[in-house]
T-cell receptor, first 115, second 112 residues
Framework: DAGITQSPRHKVTETGTPVTLRCHQTENHRYMYWYRQDPGHGLRLIHYSYGVKDTDKGEVSDGYSVSRSKTEDFLLTLESATSSQTSVYFC??????????????FGPGTRLLVL | SQQGEEDPQALSIQEGENATMNCSYKTSINNLQWYRQNSGRGLVHLILIRSNEREKHSGRLRVTLDTSKKSSSLLITASRAADTASYFCATDPGGGADGLTFGKGTHLIIQP
């Protein structure tokens, strides 16, 4: 699992409340990612990070923000949760091999239910 | 939008049979990867095939890549009950670590 943990693993919240999900890695990987997984959509990239304080938007970034103040932690924040953000959220790290081949390793996921 | 599309969406076979899943993609790639996801778990990397490779093996897994058709197949030989999972292809356009683009997956069920 490449030393990746996510917290919380499960969360139920109400519409309009802020929510922060945490991804923690122990192996000093530079690249980190947040995905959401929904039935019929597969995994979709929300935000990613190239390093401390260096982040960029993915395919479905609206309604989400991220922060990376330390190499080991990548935080995903839903500023005002909506029911459409009910999903399973996965964090991933990336290893880029010589030649530019990128392989990703995933955390266990966080199940978020927005009522 | 999804880059990879797996086919079929679901597949059920008997233990011991071979399972074949297909993936089609739309744009040029640096490599294509296959991942497995057991129920309630994160994705696990299985195998990577570079754009200049046509076939690759890893244990009971065989992956082919046809860049002219923009398609790939994953073959699992001598299937086992433990192979029951969802399988996803992911494409890497190359050029760094911008992230992979995943398909919607094939759900494979191995009947004992």
């Amino acid at each position: 699992d490449a030393g990746i943990t996510q917290s919380p693993r499960h969360k139920v919240t109400e519409t309009g409340t802020p929510v922060t999900l945490r991804c923690h890695q122990t192996e000093n990987h530079r690249y980190m990612y947040w995905y959401r997984q929904d039935p019929g959509h597969g995994l979709r990239l929300i935000h990613y990070s190239y390093g401390v304080k260096d982040t960029d938007k993915g395919e479905v970034s609206d309604g989400y923000s991220v922060s990376r103040s330390k190499t080991e932690d990548f935080l995903l924040t839903l500023e005002s949760a909506t029911s459409s953000q009910t999903s399973v959220y996965f964090c991933a790290i990336s290893e880029v091999r010589p030649g530019g081949q990128e392989t990703q390793y995933f955390g266990p996921g966080t199940r978020l239910l927005v009522l | 939008s999804q880059q990879g599309e797996e086919d079929p969406q679901a597949l059920s076979i008997q233990e011991g049979e071979n399972a074949t899943m297909n993936c089609s993609y739309k744009t040029s790639i640096n490599n294509l990867q296959w991942y497995r996801q057991n129920s309630g778990r994160g994705l696990v990397h299985l195998i990577l095939i570079r754009s200049n490779e046509r076939e690759k093996h890893s244990g009971r897994l065989r992956v082919t890549l046809d860049t002219s058709k923009k398609s790939s197949s994953l073959l699992i030989t001598a299937s086992r009950a433990a192979d029951t999972a969802s399988y996803f292809c992911a494409t890497d356009p190359g050029g760094g670590a911008d992230g992979l683009t995943f398909g919607k997956g094939t759900h494979l069920i191995i009947q004992p």
